[in-house]
């Protein structure tokens, strides 16, 4: 059998602690999906258009990646691709309070689904997209925080450089 995984998420901006349970997931598995989500709620900086290119970008030379958009439940998108596990990951204690609240709802939802928690690098453990965000909010450099295409993006559609 497969093992097909999901790493959902907003991804706006995608970070450096994204992309590291991204390379360290397609080592684990046969495919990855990583699924971006609309989060229309959220006000993203991204179309999620633009956020599903800038995670191609930051993921082309990963094989066995691939990266969609989707709306609606992420339980509904799990199943129609015929996923079995879902990526999470944990920066913090509090990441971990979370997801294990979420762990519960997906077991009742998609009994078959195995969840797998990955803690980010601890040199990257304090990256956060809010974070990221607030630095975006008052111009400064996030390029230590974010891929480079990413950094380009926000340059040209956010600081207009």
Not at 3 to 9: C, K, L, Q, R, S
Not at 44 to 62: A, D, I, N, S
Not at 110 to 138: C, K, Q, W, Y
Not at 147 to 153: E, I, L, Q, S
């Amino acid at each position: 059998m497969m093992n097909i995984a999901v790493f959902p998420g907003t991804f706006d901006p995608a970070t450096l602690g994204h992309f590291d349970i991204i390379q360290r997931s397609s080592k684990l598995f046969d495919r990855l999906i990583v699924a971006v989500a609309e989060s229309p709620i959220k006000k993203p900086l991204f179309t999620l258009q633009e956020r599903v290119e800038l995670m191609k970008g930051c993921t082309k030379q990963l094989s066995n990646v691939e990266v969609m958009g989707f709306e609606g439940m992420l339980t509904d998108f799990i199943t129609a691709n015929k996923a079995n596990v879902l990526i999470r990951g944990i920066r913090t204690v509090a990441d971990y309070d979370y997801e294990m609240q979420l762990t519960g709802m997906y077991r009742i939802a998609l009994p078959r689904l195995e969840i797998v928690m990955l803690p980010t690098n601890g040199n990257l453990a304090f990256i956060s997209s809010s974070l990221v965000r607030d630095i975006i909010v008052h111009r400064g450099d996030i390029s230590h925080f974010v891929p480079h295409n990413v950094n380009n993006a926000i340059r040209e559609k956010i600081y207009n450089q």
